[in-house]
């Protein structure tokens, strides 16, 4: 209502436009019609990357509607997440796509992250209670969910969702994705297959549905379904249609990893190798492919091959970091436990902020079995930073098994040791103390 221009363009403080997106929004505003020209609504959707940390994990893209023409009956909805479309949809105004795209750093901290995702809950709680059935909401809150999470929760929020949605509205391919994801991280691996199956009946290229299919298909072992599903997302266009919130890594050096494990797991190490260089010289940053390489020459003893590859981590692409973490794991690899943690914690030293670090030096000790403190409080920093990591989980449950076992053991010789100490000499007299 304070606004007095004829055009509205909205960014947060954390958003961020590189040169070429400046100029490509430059052409776009002196393009705008002024309001004597038209009166049509319009709004313009921009991509909107959310940028990881660390890792050169990339970013998911997001679509926003960052560009309407201002008009008294378009207001915002929604607590979080607030849309801004629906009302100028809802009067006959058009949804016009951009080539802007804007790199959003507020996700970016993992602890940050976390603390916003937990007051984002708390405002969809409150949508939710008021619009029980409305799917924005609903997919928000499960989205939300998913990220802090709560699979469980998550997976009947967007089921919820599922059932209300119509289908022509833009969440429900992510929906599919979403309730995929959330579905795995319950191990209730044959109903996100089929949840996948029918999301593809709609979006037979969905990128994402694919991903996890190939996935799906390959822990049932079913390694010629798996490779059929990923090689048909590894040739989808890098700029085709995306769904909201899609990870575009996955089209491209995320989707090579994944197809990567299919042949590693289906005997054909050749290819897998190829895939993981693929993968390398899509993304360079993106740490996954050297490891998986470096595990592929570990496995085959192909030590000096793993030198090199840290070498070229280090000199060719000045990297220090990936190297070291690659040092790391072959000397773990060969159970060389002292050294490795030894590099992991300097890893960690350097980044404390990355998650990988972090996740190599709770598998270290792990693995090694002796100081379980230790290791519960590693996998336990990575849980903070990503709660729903699937290993981090499964080694916290080891960790704490074997804690409490050691407990139970110190108790007993405690108890052993005071029965003992309790007991009368054959001979009758007092225990002499001293």
Known sequence: RHATGD???WLDADDRLDEVNRQRLKNLLADLPEAKDSDELAVYLMQCLNVSSGDGAGATALEHGRLFRLDPRVRWQYRVHEQIVPAIERLGGRTLRSDVAIHHYGYADGVQRRQKLLRDLRLLEFDQAERPHDPLTLFHLGWTQHLLGQSAAAAATLERCRQVAPPQLAIVRRLYALLVRSLRELDRRDEALAVC???RASYPDDAELL???????????????????????????PDGPMASGEDPGIRGHKGRCVLAEVYRGWGRAAESEAQWRAAIALQPDYVVPWLCLGDLYFAQGRWSDAERLAGELDSEHGRPLDALLLRARAHMTRREFGEARRLAEAAVAQAPAALMPREILSHVLVLEGRDWASAEAAVREVLARQPNNPTAKTNLAVVMRQRQAAQQNAAQQSSGQQSAGQQQPPWGGSIIVG
């Open 7 to 9: 055009w509205a363009l």
């Open 197 to 199: 199956h029918v999301g």
């Open 211 to 237: 991903f996890h299919e190939g996935q799906l298909f390959t822990e049932r072992g079913d390694f010629a379904a798996a490779e059929g599903a990923l090689l048909r997302l590894v040739q989808l266009p």
